[in-house]
Each structure stands twice: as structure tokens, then as C-alpha cells.
């Protein structure tokens, strides 16, 4: 399955962002999605993740309450909706693909990656 992540942009501060990721394929609702994120300096950490269903749903603490994975697989697209955003989350932002039924946070589970979309937030 091949990702194309975008929706990333230049944002403020207590702002909202939807990422999107489109996958190639009709065995999109075969995978298990997550959201990674790398910030300047940093290693690539792991943001949300969505089980095959989509009943499922695991995050990062830091954004627990303020981001929401979610996705279409009719439209073989999973999103990332972004709210009250911080500083902290400037980052590259990745989504993936992994086989798996359930949700997963480690980057070895995940088998696809899209080519990262660049989130930006001023402060």
C-alpha cells in the first residue's frame, strides 16, 4: 500500500489541523493505521493509532483530549484531527500502515509510511 500524507501547514497557537493520510489499494480496511510524528532534533515518536475497524484507538499521552485518529475506509483515508495545538507539537507528521488487528505504537509494527507532512505551530 503506498501513503500520501498532507494537511500540514503553518499554524498558531490554541489552533485546529486535519491531517490526512490517502492509501493506494483496495485492502485499506486490512490495516491497522497510526500517526507518528518527528520533531527537530528528535527521534520519530508515535502520536495515535487506529485498529482495522476502527474501534480502537490508542495515543500519546501528551495529546490525549486534543487529537483524534480516525478514518474512512471507504474512502481509504485515515485523519488525524488536531486541536488546541502547542508549540511542541511542530513536528514532521507520518502516517503508516501495519498488518494487524489491533492498535500498536511501536514503529516495528508498522509496515508502510507515507512521506510525512510538516506541522508547524507559533507560538
Known amino acids: 500500500v503506498q501513503l500520501q500524507a498532507s494537511g500540514g501547514g503553518l499554524v498558531q497557537t490554541g489552533d485546529s489541523l486535519r491531517l490526512s493520510c490517502a492509501a493506494s489499494?483496495?485492502?485499506?480496511?486490512?490495516?491497522?493505521m497510526g500517526w507518528f510524528r518527528q520533531a527537530p532534533g528528535k527521534e520519530r515518536e508515535f502520536v495515535a493509532a487506529?485498529?482495522?475497524?476502527?474501534?480502537?484507538?490508542s495515543y500519546l499521552d501528551s495529546v490525549k483530549g486534543r487529537f483524534t485518529i480516525s478514518r474512512d475506509n471507504n474512502g481509504n483515508t485515515v485523519y488525524l484531527q488536531m486541536s488546541n495545538l502547542k508549540p511542541e507539537d511542530t513536528a514532521v507528521y507520518y502516517c503508516?500502515?501495519?498488518?494487524?488487528?489491533?492498535?500498536?505504537?511501536?514503529?516495528?509494527?508498522?509496515?508502510?509510511w507515507g512521506q510525512g507532512t510538516l506541522v508547524t505551530v507559533s507560538s
Open positions: 503508516a500502515a501495519g498488518i494487524g488487528s489491533y492498535v500498536y505504537s511501536r514503529q516495528d509494527d508498522y509496515r508502510y
Open positions: 489499494g483496495r485492502t485499506f480496511s486490512s490495516y491497522a
Open positions: 487506529l485498529s482495522r475497524v476502527g474501534y480502537v484507538t
